[in-house]
């Protein structure tokens, strides 16, 4: 375990798309690890929520592509600099290529083939009602869910499968991102901090972090200009957070990229 958490806040629509899928990935494969059919229970509703955020994403692929092709220009520009470990750089240019050649083979919009499944489709209409899936409410997918678990998992590995140029391609812009700057050593006066940003090298996403026995949180808002910190504490649970009174050190990392 780490001894320190990591807040982080994306400053635009476009990193905040991308971190809800990533962070809906690694729960669906978290899931997907049990047998058990809550387990299936659990993936496949992760599953659709993938499919949803995509589905209202007409020019995601565009999107994912745009951010490759970025970080393959601002990479290769290093290639000249004698400090940059060359073999490291040549190996991610070529992920970066391989990502990118995949992503134009695929033919009209991501996870199509999922989107017109008729058995996922009616799941996900009844699972915008509350209690929607139970076993009454669908019997294919009951009938689904007493299946062997090696079935189950197999079928959802295969749908999982429709995405993964999708969640590789995110794997490998948010971890180039969050690698993009060092942190720095800061402290917050009175649990307060802000901060100018450099318009002409837009941050797109801000990461604080704080030691893990620490008893505050930080509340973090920004956008191209300005990013502001509140440590806060919360005394109890079911009490409002009040921002701390004292100077708190922590880290800052302004991804730039």
Known sequence: ?????IYEQPLNERVRTFMRLEFLFRQCRHYLRGDSVWNSRAALTTLLDILNIISGKTDLKTEILKELERHTSYLADLEENP???RERLEDILDDLDNLIDKLHDVSGQIGQSLKGHEFLS?????????????????????????QPAKRRMSDLKSWLDELVIVEQSL???MHLIRHSTLPK?????SGFFQATLDSNNPCQLVRVALPRSSTLFPEISGGKHRITIRFMEQPEMEGRPVQSKQSVAFELTCCAI
């Open 185 to 189: 050593k800061l402290e917050a006066e």
């Open 1 to 5: 375990m780490q001894d320190r958490v």
């Open 83 to 85: 400090d940059v470990d």
């Open 171 to 173: 794997d490998l812009i």
């Open 122 to 146: 009616n799941i996900r209409q009844r699972s915008t009602i509350p209690g929607g899936s139970c076993d009454f409410d669908i019997p294919a997918y009951h009938y689904w869910l007493e």
